[in-house]
């Protein structure tokens, strides 16, 4: 007798659901179970006029009793971290089943409610693991992009309340390129960038942001005979256009930006279609001069931006002293 072969595959995918959801599940009923206990913990120690002694005493006592029973999970540490889940995160209903305890503990890494919100935004609309989440938030993705938008814009943006309306609103400066391997004391030519970024891709996308998928790599290009060809090509959907980025990794000139404007113009006139917007250019540079892109380019042109690319994450006074030193800068120009 012949058998649809599909029906197997279709057990399997139902089996490997419910299983996925049952883990869900277990993960959210854990985390749930932290939260009530961060509460009875919290409201306890409303009951004493010396809060702050109290409270000390009181995460002792209860790791002392339950540690023993219930293992490592409720050492002292973690009864304090259960008492800051509450507080960070004062209603259960407003705790989300689709993020993990794991994704839960860096969250209450994050000083202010307004980084909490982008990156469970973030989180739940990419569907970002752990490892995933907490590389975003190492590399501080959320100042990154407040260096040219304002906070209402990105958060709007992150819980999809808005679409991102041109390149500022997700074009990264700098990019955090540390997945690829490479010594940051060691010269490399722009091919050796290009194939490691393929070989990394998944990565690379990350970085990127949301909306990419990749189109190209050294797309050729034909006008009037000559060839030309355009490292590397993506489409980002939620702006519905294309995305030409060429690579540099010694000094950035005028010759590079009129290059990519034009890539750019070629594919606003040959490529797009009609509904589409008009294409961006970024130039990945090893070392950006932002004086050479102001000058060579029209004043207040949004298709062509440079970002510079970092091999390694930086410490984080280092990153706060760079996004601190945009800030200013930024505000100076408005």
């Not at 993506?234 to 294309?242: A, M």
Request: charged share 30%.
């Amino acid at each position: 007798m012949l058998v649809n072969q599909s029906i197997i595959a279709d057990l399997k995918a139902i089996i490997s659901q419910s299983k996925e959801k049952a883990v869900r599940a277990v993960d959210h009923e854990r985390t749930l179970m932290y939260w009530h206990i961060g509460k009875r913990i919290f409201q306890e120690e409303q009951l004493e006029k010396e809060r702050a002694e109290y409270g000390k005493y009181l995460t002792e006592y209860i790791a002392k009793e339950l540690e023993p029973e219930y293992g490592s999970g409720f050492s002292k540490r973690q009864i304090e971290l259960f008492r800051q889940f509450f507080r960070t995160f004062p209603i259960a209903n407003i705790l989300y089943s689709q993020l993990s305890w794991s994704q839960y503990k860096l969250l209450l890494r994050l000083d202010t409610d307004d980084q909490r919100q982008f990156y469970i935004a973030e989180r739940i609309k990419n569907n970002w693991t752990v490892r995933q989440l907490e590389r975003q938030i190492y590399s501080s993705l959320y100042e990154r992009l407040l260096m040219s938008n304002d906070k209402e814009s990105v958060i709007a943006v992150a819980k999809n309340e808005k679409l991102p309306s041109d390149s500022k609103e997700i074009i990264k400066d700098p990019m955090f390129l540390e997945f690829l391997g490479l010594k940051r004391e060691i010269s490399f030519y722009e091919k050796d960038l290009e194939s490691a970024i393929i070989t990394h891709l998944q990565e690379f996308l990350l970085e990127l942001g949301n909306g990419f998928s990749f189109v190209a790599r050294q797309k050729r290009i034909h006008i009037e005979g000559d060839e030309f060809f355009a490292d590397l090509i993506f489409y980002n959907r939620l702006l519905q256009c294309f995305v030409i980025i060429e690579i540099k990794t010694t000094k950035l000139t005028h010759q590079d930006i009129g290059q990519l404007q034009m890539y750019v113009n070629y594919y606003d006139r040959i490529e797009k279609l009609p509904h589409e917007n008009s294409t961006i250019g970024v130039l990945l540079c090893a070392n950006k001069n932002d004086a050479v892109v102001k000058f060579t380019l029209p004043e207040g042109q949004k298709q062509i931006v440079a970002s510079q690319y970092k091999l390694y994450l930086p410490t984080e006074q280092q990153l706060l002293d760079e996004v601190n030193k945009e800030l200013v800068s930024f505000e100076g120009k408005e």
